[in-house]
């Protein structure tokens, strides 16, 4: 699958967060948020790997009992089922990968993004 850019097709599930699917396969899925400076993610975990890169901002990632400092071309991995918040020091952008690919975060890709 390929995507073309877009500015278009996000969603927010938090509170000062957005979210786009970028694109996804059998296996893998790529998400794209974007936070807002002062917004807490909640403390969770699921059954999906989690890999991720921050592109800019700040974020203090919690994940287990630890906490990182995270800027931008920091990158990240969280086992499934291991427990991770944020907290959000600046307005950020993250690109996360989870594997295996999360079916609630699927959407419909146009004919005009999308090139198989």
Same mark, same amino acid.
């Given at each position: ?30 998400v794209e948020f974007k936070l807002k400076k002062g917004s807490i993610l909640p403390r969770h975990s699921h059954p999906y790997e989690q890999t991720g890169y921050l592109i800019s901002g700040h974020i203090i990632l @919690?994940?287990?009992?630890?906490? /990182?400092? %995270?800027?931008?071309? #920091?990158?990240?991995? +969280? ?19 989870? @594997?295996?690919?999360?079916?609630? /975060?699927? %959407?419909?890709?146009? #004919?005009?993004?999308? +090139?198989?």
């Amino acid at each position: 699958m390929f995507r073309k850019r877009s500015t278009e097709g996000y969603a927010s599930k938090l509170k000062d967060t957005e979210q786009k699917t970028l694109v996804y396969g059998e296996k893998t899925l790529m998400v794209e948020f974007k936070l807002k400076k002062g917004s807490i993610l909640p403390r969770h975990s699921h059954p999906y790997e989690q890999t991720g890169y921050l592109i800019s901002g700040h974020i203090i990632l @919690s994940i287990g009992e630890t906490k /990182y400092d %995270v800027y931008p071309g #920091d990158s990240w991995c +969280i086992l499934s089922e291991l427990e991770h918040s944020a907290e959000i020091i600046e307005d950020a952008v993250a690109i996360e990968i989870f @594997s295996p690919a999360r079916e609630d /975060y699927l %959407v419909e890709v146009s #004919d005009e993004e999308m +090139i198989r």
